[in-house]
């Protein structure tokens, strides 16, 4: 019989496991390689009898992970040795119901008082074979159809057909999916096709897993495929209390893919928050948590914008309101660097006039770790600025804040809205709400 390289490995190793015991001189068996079978099938294995003239008795044992095997036939119990060497071909044949897996198979040859042993590992697999699962997209609420393909060499009768769909390696609620058919007919020798048809539910979209089992008469097989449920899917729906309410900002992905955003109103104080959405570590479901509650006034009020993450995982942000002076502030979000926890750090409260005020954008972070950004307002002619927030140069020290541009000549634009954007060079592009030679707004570049 053919071997791969692998398996006269395999059987190479077995020989520390297999070797002749108790034997005598004139009596002795060959080391078996590794032998693959298909459960209620049959399989040969080769080995070589070195014995006197006459009978010799086969006994053999089977077993897995050390502990005793069932459900295996083997033949012949006897062979008349006329010559040495003399080939003795070994039949295995495994039930249906042997399930799949690595055994190791012992043969034991007798002749008068002397006895000599060898083994030879078997990879059985299932009696069922089932195949043929591609990957499957299907909407929501809509149902989608695969194909997959049944045999068996041995068996025949009713296939009893079961379904598992799982997201991250949690199983999903069976009443969310349906899945037809629930049994089909099957013959042996021959395959049969499966017209697996999956209705999905309304509410649930992602990216999911589904197991398919087939069972009879003891045995089973299964087939695995990946099902991506099209559409929406809410993941949190705020309460307008303590969690927050009314986000009017993108969100943006953390690093081990939590989300995070603001809320313009709710909160504690109904100033708004910044809070966490966090995937579950198996399965689906998010979790909320609400790292800061704005309100109390020095700290910021109405977050208007999307957050930004800066390299060391810290959180930056700008309030439309409160801080100083009630024009909006620039805040910092450190996590805790033991435990759980964030605190809240203004770096500029806005209000002096010049320095601008009632940011609606989000920040930009420049490679040197200045951030940039607009106010809507504020400035020398009140039509908004474009500004840079520098870190302390020594520990300690305080951000300081330069204002790059002041709107509000009229061809300039004013009232700028929007974040800004880097350019190739270093440039800073972004837009005016209004101003310009019409009023009505302008595209604008800054030169650092």
């Not at 042993?117 to 074979?129: E, I, K, M």
């Not at 198996?282 to 800061?292: F, I, P, Q, Y």
């Amino acid at each position: 019989m053919k071997i791969s390289l692998a398996s006269c490995l395999a059987g190479a190793a077995l020989v520390l496991v297999g070797c002749s015991q108790g034997g005598a001189p004139g009596l002795s068996l060959s080391q078996g390689t590794l032998l693959s079978v298909q459960a209620g099938g049959s399989g040969q294995e080769d080995l070589s009898l070195s014995a006197p003239n006459g009978t010799v008795q086969l006994s053999y044992q089977v077993s897995q992970g050390g502990q005793s095997g069932s459900g295996f036939s083997f033949s012949p119990s006897s062979v008349a040795v006329s010559s040495s060497p003399s080939d003795l071909k070994v039949q295995v044949s495994p039930a249906a119901q042997v399930a799949s897996g690595s055994y190791q198979v012992q043969v034991t040859a007798r002749e008068g008082g002397v006895s000599g042993q060898a083994g030879f590992p078997v990879q059985v697999s299932s009696a069922l074979s089932l195949s043929g699962a591609a990957a499957l997209s299907v909407q929501q609420g809509s149902s989608g159809k695969e194909t997959l393909s049944l045999s068996s060499p041995s068996l025949s009768g009713t296939v009893q057909l079961s379904y598992r769909v799982s997201e991250g390696g949690a199983a999903l609620p069976s009443s969310a999916f349906s899945f037809s058919p629930s049994s089909v007919t099957l013959s042996a020798g021959k395959a049969v096709q499966v017209p697996l048809t999956v209705k999905t539910p309304s509410s649930l979209a992602g990216h999911d897993q589904v197991q398919v089992t087939a069972s009879l008469s003891g045995a089973s097989a299964s087939a695995t495929f990946p099902l991506t449920v099209t559409g929406e899917q809410v993941i949190y729906s705020f309460q307008g209390g303590s969690d927050g309410a009314n986000p009017r900002a993108s969100l943006i992905f953390g690093s081990n893919g939590e989300l995070y955003g603001t809320t313009y109103g709710g909160g504690t104080s109904n100033g708004g928050t910044v809070f966490q959405l966090a995937p579950a570590t198996t399965g689906s479901g998010w979790t909320e948590t609400v790292l800061h509650n704005f309100g109390s006034g020095s700290d910021g009020d109405l977050p208007f914008a999307s957050l930004i993450l800066g390299s060391n995982g810290d959180l930056y942000g700008t309030t439309y309101g409160g801080g100083t002076s009630n024009l909006g502030t620039v805040f910092q979000l450190a996590p805790a660097t033991t435990g759980s926890g964030w605190t809240e750090t203004v770096l500029h409260s806005f209000g002096s006039g010049s320095d601008g005020g009632l940011p609606y954008a989000s920040l930009i972070l420049g490679s040197n770790g200045d951030l940039y950004g607009t106010t809507y307002g504020g400035g020398t002619s009140n039509g908004g600025t474009v500004f840079q927030l520098s870190p302390p140069i020594s520990f300690g020290g305080s951000w300081t804040e330069a204002v790059l541009h002041n709107f509000g000549s009229g061809s300039d634009g004013g009232l700028p809205y929007a974040s800004l954007i880097f350019g190739s060079n270093r440039e800073l592009y972004g837009t005016t709400y209004g101003g310009g030679t019409s009023s009505v707004g302008t595209v604008f570049k800054i030169v650092l």
